[in-house]
């Protein structure tokens, strides 16, 4: 597979949050777009808003290199609300709740890549409008295409070739190698019943739901590469607890910062077991033999297991990575995080405000 050179723009995100209020021992949702507004053009594009289901509240930061800008933006739009709902006679009572699963509500803590790739096909295809749809499994107009360029049959069977035979990175392989160092984190420190709920309904690690194509305008050109954003959907919400929100967003950009290497390293464990069968064969493969590690041994509820695949593969990700100033407390947080799993997550609870305020 052609491992292309990837630079990374910015990072954006769109964690989710549900209002609830304690009821006896339970806890009861009071639709977002009761408290936001029911105006769903402008719900859909502001800065604390609703998306697709309007019952649940989305959090839009400015995409940024630095994540301790964005985490600002985040405790401010948390405290915010927190504040109002306080101050307010009609929702005074309301709490916001981030929890993989909870009242048959899924809510993910989705992390925007927008990247420069010096793949020569991805070139080509921008240059007739073109790119690659969904997880990958299809061509789709490119963010800056018109789309009406003459229909390219020789491109497109390329195209197919490169779907079917992996000989190019498509989103789908691109988030299946972020979920090679994310996936046992995500099973780590998240609540294993409730982990297991959200993502059997969208955004497990070998899905192509896990990946989506975002839209932004490209900032500038770069010789011989092509821009894309892409939206990485695996992660349930993380907006419990600021130490969440930095190991996530953290180990995502490390990741991103060393693409080159995490897709080599993601490729080398999923190799097929059989002589001349391709990845792909080898992880559509009945019996799984292809399958990168992590992701055929943590079926059980044990979140050790989980934590020890994790150490793993950064400790085989690490050596001579990239790593940029605001990464530098990053293994530090994620042995809070794991330390704090069981207070987080033992119950319910709403997402800890004060937490996040100390940020301000």
């Not at 009406?148 to 789908?172: F, G």
């Not at 041994?297 to 994790?310: C, M, T, Y």
């Not at 033992?346 to 405000?353: A, N």
Request: aromatic share 10%; with cysteine; charged share 20%.
């Amino acid at each position: 597979m052609h491992i292309p050179k990837m630079k990374l723009y910015r990072m954006g995100s769109d964690p989710e949050a549900l209002f609830v209020k304690p009821v006896d021992f339970d806890w009861i949702i009071t639709p977002a777009y009761d408290i936001i507004g029911r105006d769903k053009k402008k719900t859909t594009a502001s800065f604390i808003g609703t998306d697709s289901r309007p019952v649940i509240a989305e959090i839009r930061p400015n995409p940024s290199r630095n994540l301790k800008r964005h985490l600002y933006e985040i405790a401010y739009a948390i405290t915010t609300t927190a504040d109002y709902l306080d101050s307010s006679a009609k929702w005074k009572g309301n709490k916001l709740m981030a929890y993989p699963h909870i009242l048959g509500e899924n809510l993910g803590g989705h992390i925007h890549a927008s990247m420069f790739l010096d793949d020569p096909l991805y070139l080509k295809l921008k240059s007739v409008g073109l790119t690659f749809g969904g997880g990958g499994h299809y061509l789709a107009q490119y963010n800056g295409g018109t789309g009406d360029a003459p229909r390219n049959r020789e491109l497109e069977t390329e195209v197919m070739q490169a779907i079917q035979t992996r000989s190019h990175i498509t989103p789908l392989v691109w988030g299946q190698a972020m979920s090679w160092l994310l996936t046992p984190f995500e099973k780590w420190v998240q609540p294993w019943v409730a982990r297991e709920q959200r993502n059997a309904h969208y955004g497990a690690e070998m899905s192509p739901d896990a990946v989506r194509l975002g839209t932004s305008k490209q900032p500038f050109e770069i010789p011989k590469m092509a821009y894309v954003h892409w939206e990485y959907r695996l992660p349930s919400t993380w907006l419990q607890h600021p130490w969440l929100a930095y190991a996530y967003l953290g180990i995502a950009k490390l990741g991103l910062l060393n693409m080159k290497k995490l897709m080599g390293l993601y490729l080398e464990e999923g190799k097929g077991q059989k002589k001349g069968q391709t990845v792909a064969e080898a992880f559509e493969a009945p019996d799984g033999l292809g399958m990168p590690t992590q992701f055929t041994i943590l079926k059980h509820g044990d979140p050790s297991e989980a934590g020890a695949a994790f150490v793993r593969n950064m400790n085989r990700l690490l050596p001579g990575a990239h790593v940029s100033r605001d990464l530098l407390n990053l293994m530090g947080v994620v042995e809070k995080c794991a330390a704090r799993r069981g207070a987080w997550f033992s119950k319910p609870t709403p997402v800890d405000v004060e937490a996040w305020r100390q940020l301000l």
